[in-house]
């Protein structure tokens, strides 16, 4: 049958308020951490959960859990960090506060098979994972020469080919495996964010950023075909691949070698508590040049009410099709330069250009910024030595202008080193500084979180796990009143 709401969010209130009188009537017995846990659930509605959910039960059969209870008590486990579905159904039997907290009686609490049958119902696919288990093997990322370099990148498709082809690509939600996982997080997060002003949806800064998440210690495969049996012991036939979405890639900031999945993350950098906005977990080996495009250009899809109108991304992201597409669509890139590609240009024959896109003169002085002209996407740059009443003090100066040689670099000429603002101004690095976002909220997702202690086998799993956790990202965003008002209602009683 379908499960039985009544009364929404306040039936959950009352529920909770009566409990709390109930086993603990002296609000000084919670730890103040724990209280900070409760008032956040507490205020928490979760009745669109229970909307959206009601069709993918059926009406015959014994009587399910409400599912905004079992979403509650699984958000309640990460928030406890409680990071076995096992530990913590023997918690849900134990504490009285984990089981009416999550929206259950002390005494009458799910069992580790109803948590995963909730999952099979949050993944829009009969497989657990994107890729069948058995497939070829790939090829395998090189160790780079200096220490805290990135890996090169083994893709095949470049990105100036991909880029074109996922722009022209419509992507449905209702398609993708973590559908469910995205309307839940969307309608009842993401938005809610949106309306209490910590994202700004008209001119949204967008900082985005992959990191590796280990799954496992080893690659775990196996043959499936007779060449050993053969002799032959080098075959490049099919494998059977435990965790198929995973391979192994370069975590540069440990220095090694690594089994799992590259999460590419978007993070609205001007919010204050640097919001997650959307993410997508690739396969280890991939580089964020490609990362972020297959990330952008879904959430594009997903979120079309977003404007963006800032992009702040990593060296590993500085090609030159990135430019040119941001130029076309209207958003101002901040992307640092990979002095590795090259930055030295001739301009105008007697000039060249430094790694910050600043033109240095034939004596090899960097000349000065003069202003900009947005409208003409140019920046405008003069002698360093020049000065209008004595003019240029240079041996052999390069013009006899009192005014010194003025260089004009157009957008048009090399939009990867001509930036608007320029790379060397003070406002180029202040925005880009909030690139750092992007960081801080894989740190939270890793460590506060304990993303990678989930330990799971599947991408079903692991999306399950991932978008909760950016679930509780925003909900500790949202304000809390000065006072408790669940702890006041205690108060009066007792």
Not at 346 to 367: E, H, L, N, S
Not at 372 to 382: A, G, L, N, Q, V
Not at 474 to 483: G, I, Q, S, T, Y
Request: charged share 25%; glycine share 4%; with cysteine.
């Amino acid at each position: 049958m379908l499960p039985v709401i009544s009364n929404g969010h306040c039936a959950y209130q009352n529920f909770v308020l009566a409990n709390l009188r109930k086993y603990y009537p002296n609000p000084d017995s919670i730890a103040r951490s724990t209280w900070d846990i409760i008032d956040r659930f507490w205020n928490l509605d979760l009745s669109f959960t229970d909307e959206f959910m009601k069709d993918k039960y059926s009406k015959f059969g014994p009587k399910p859990r409400v599912p905004s209870c079992m979403q509650r008590s699984y958000l309640l486990s990460i928030a406890f960090k409680v990071t076995s579905i096992t530990d913590w159904v023997a918690q849900l039997k134990l504490n009285p506060l984990y089981a009416f907290l999550s929206g259950f009686e002390f005494g009458d609490t799910p069992g580790v098979g109803t948590f995963y049958d909730f999952f099979n119902r949050l993944w829009d696919s009969e497989y657990n994972n994107l890729f069948p288990h058995v497939r070829s093997t790939k090829s395998k990322v090189k160790k780079p020469k200096s220490k805290g370099s990135k890996a090169k990148s083994i893709e095949k498709t470049t990105v100036a080919e991909l880029l074109p082809e996922l722009e022209n690509t419509s992507f449905n939600i209702d398609e993708q495996p973590f559908g469910s996982l995205f309307q839940l997080y969307n309608n009842e997060f993401l938005q809610q964010s949106i309306s209490k002003g910590l994202i700004t949806p008209d001119s949204l800064a967008l900082a985005g950023d992959g990191t590796p998440v280990v799954t496992s210690r080893r690659e775990r495969k196996h043959r499936i075909c007779d060449c050993a049996s053969n002799g032959i012991h080098n075959c490049n036939c099919d494998r059977y691949f435990s965790q198929p979405d995973c391979d192994i890639g370069w975590d540069s900031s440990r220095d090694c070698f690594y089994h799992g999945y590259d999460l590419y993350m978007l993070v609205a950098s001007d919010s204050v508590s640097d919001l997650p906005i959307f993410p997508l977990f690739s396969p280890a080996s991939k580089h964020d040049s490609h990362g972020f495009l297959h990330t952008f250009f879904r959430m594009n899809n997903f979120l079309p009410d977003l404007n963006i109108n800032k992009v702040l991304l990593d060296s590993a992201h500085d090609a030159m099709p990135y430019y040119e597409y941001f130029k076309r669509v209207g958003i101002t890139p901040f992307i640092d330069l990979n002095v590795k590609k090259g930055t030295k240009l001739t301009y105008k024959k007697d000039f060249t250009i430094g790694k910050d896109g600043v033109p240095i003169c034939k004596a090899g002085r960097r000349m000065n910024r003069d202003g900009t002209e947005p409208s003409k996407y140019r920046i405008k740059f003069r002698c360093p030595l020049a000065s209008r009443k004595y003019g240029c003090s240079c041996e052999n100066p390069c013009s006899d202008s009192k005014y010194g040689r003025t260089v004009h670099l157009a957008m048009k000429d090399n939009p990867r080193l001509f930036n608007i603002p320029p790379r060397d101004s003070r406002q180029w690095k202040y925005e880009y500084n909030a690139r750092t976002s992007a960081e801080r909220s894989n740190k939270r997702e890793k460590i506060d979180f304990l993303l990678e202690n989930g330990r799971h086998r599947s991408t079903k799993m692991w999306y399950c796990r991932l978008y909760h956790i950016m679930m509780l990202q925003h909900l500790d965003a949202w304000d809390l009143p000065f006072e408790s008002t669940l702890r006041k209602l205690i108060q009066k009683v007792s």
